[in-house]
């Protein structure tokens, strides 16, 4: 059993766990543990379909320490002349730049990737299951509560036809579940799924690139 020794504890290293922390250690001389289940700071972005990008300027987003980007109008394209909007991969190196030469460079935040915040207090690693207390009256900031469900990673809110499954990559990891659980929205049963839902079923068709609502990416269903 290990010991965090910090006056914050921030659960979650996705834009909300970074920009806390960044404007944290910018007005505070605190020690921080920030910590995330996932394995680097970006949060949903680091599970997002390739082709996803900010609905809004780049300029806006990120932490306030650091413009992501370079501040530039797009130069071609069919939002020329609009800002600049940054692609998953883009977000995702730039909060890994960050938390690299500001929080943890400053020697007063420590990253722990990989682990999870547990409902008793306790924070434990996915890999080694260690667990570790928090020692004195440290702050715990939860950082996720606003978490948005992406496609990538969420059951789509519609229902699926029996028979439809399928995968370029595993069909065993990739096949949707006979009877879809009952936390599905009772909308029309097949719809017609879109691009932006991230998945495709039978009665669409499948491209390599849609990915699958089941996490894999790249997957796509067989008609
Ligand atoms: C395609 C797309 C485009 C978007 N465009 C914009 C935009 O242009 N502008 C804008 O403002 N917003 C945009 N958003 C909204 C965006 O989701 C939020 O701005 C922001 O990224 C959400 O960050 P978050 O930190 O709240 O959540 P998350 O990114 O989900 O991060 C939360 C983190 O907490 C971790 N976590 C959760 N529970 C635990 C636990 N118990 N223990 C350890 N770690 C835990 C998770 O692993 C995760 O990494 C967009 C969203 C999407 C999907």
């Known amino acids: 059993m290990g010991t965090i020794e910090a006056d914050y504890v921030v659960v979650g290293a996705g834009a909300m766990g970074m920009a806390f922390t960044d404007a ?4 505070a001389d605190v020690r921080v543990a920030l910590l995330d289940r996932r394995h680097a700071p970006g949060g949903h972005w680091l599970d997002a379909y390739p082709f ?56 007063r935040v420590s990253f722990m990737p990989c682990y999870v915040w547990t409902d008793d207090g306790r924070c434990v690693s996915t890999i080694s299951g260690e667990r570790h207390n928090v020692r004195g009256p ?45 936390t599905w929205s009772s909308g029309p049963a097949r719809r017609r799924p879109t691009r932006a839902s991230g998945c495709l079923t039978a009665e669409s068709t499948p491209t390599g690139s849609a990915g699958c609502a089941l996490g894999n990416r790249g997957c796509s269903t067989a008609r």
């Open 24 to 27: 944290l250690i910018s007005h």
């Open 138 to 182: 440290a702050r715990v900031v939860n950082a996720h509560y606003l978490s948005p469900h992406i496609p990538a990673t969420t059951m789509p809110p519609f229902a699926v036809g029996r028979g439809a499954q399928g995968s370029s990559r595993s069909t065993s990891s990739c096949e949707w579940p006979t009877h879809p659980p009952s």
């Open 52 to 107: 996803v990008r900010l609905h809004r300027a780049s300029a806006f987003y990120g932490v306030a320490s650091t413009l992501l980007g370079d501040g530039r109008a797009q130069q071609h394209g069919p939002e020329r002349g609009l800002h600049e909007r940054a692609t998953a991969a883009q977000i995702c190196a730039y909060y890994d730049s960050v938390l690299t030469e500001r929080p943890v460079a400053s020697g």
